[in-house]
T-cell receptor
Framework: NAGVTQTPKFRVLKTGQSMTLLCAQDMNHEYMYWYRQDPGMGLRLIHYSVGEGTTAKGEVPDGYNVSRLKKQNFLLGLESAAPSQTSVYFC?????????????FGPGTRLTVT | ELKVEQNPLFLSMQEGKNYTIYCNYSTTSDRLYWYRQDPGKSLESLFVLLSNGAVKQEGRLMASLDTKARLSTLHITAAVHDLSATYFCAVEGSSGYALNFGKGTSLLVTP
């Protein structure tokens, strides 16, 4: 099992450019999440999905869009990047029920917007 | 709005000493999580605390949960340099079991 993978690992964008971050999980998890981590802020929820074809806003959704067309993939899009979106982005997934309450995190994508 | 507060945010301690990190949260939550993060790395799960009075231990780390006080502690026993990292607590909110994180405690263990 690869667990949760993220593509790309690093990216530098210019202000106004767009990009998509891909998150993939091979654990058949229903729930997937995108968080951002800024220095001294902990992780904050951007968007989440409770199943294929569903998405919802989290704490800091502005400037981002998401899609979950396949159960194993959760995409995060930046339509017009801004310097304030410079951050480390983490994807996570989990299932629910049974004995596994773990939330599994990907390795992160470090994004710089200049 | 669910708030999670950790203290201290920075902790420098000598090897061999004991210390406790505190995590307070503002509303009822079923589960509390502790993570470790090394610089430039992802989050590593340490403990998942599922109920009031839960206590879990792994090596020099022990975590406990008091849901009535909305308080969790992470106790470090006889610290060693390898424990230097940032430690986060997190609780489940209302967004599909997404986690609300504290700001993290940056721990430095010195000789």
């Amino acid at each position: 099992n690869a667990g949760v993978t993220q593509t790309p690992k690093f990216r530098v964008l210019k202000t106004g450019q767009s990009m998509t971050l891909l998150c993939a999980q091979d654990m058949n998890h229903e729930y997937m999440y995108w968080y951002r981590q800024d220095p001294g802020m902990g992780l904050r929820l951007i968007h989440y999905s409770v199943g294929e074809g569903t998405t919802a806003k989290g704490e800091v959704p502005d400037g981002y869009n998401v899609s979950r067309l396949k159960k194993q993939n959760f995409l995060l899009g930046l339509e017009s990047a801004a310097p304030s979106q410079t951050s480390v982005y983490f994807c996570a997934s989990n299932s629910y029920g049974g004995l596994d309450y773990e939330q599994y995190f990907g390795p992160g994508t470090r994004l710089t917007v200049t | 709005e669910l708030k999670v507060e950790q203290n201290p945010l920075f902790l420098s301690m000598q090897e061999g000493k004991n210390y406790t990190i505190y995590c307070n949260y503002s509303t009822t939550s079923d589960r509390l999580y502790w993570y470790r993060q090394d610089p430039g790395k992802s989050l590593e799960s340490l403990f998942v605390l599922l109920s009031n009075g839960a206590v879990k231990q792994e090596g020099r780390l022990m975590a406990s949960l008091d849901t009535k006080a909305r308080l969790s502690t992470l106790h470090i026993t006889a610290a060693v340099h390898d424990l230097s990292a940032t430690y986060f607590c997190a609780v489940e909110g209302s967004s599909g079991y997404a986690l609300n994180f504290g700001k993290g405690t940056s721990l430095l263990v010195t000789p």
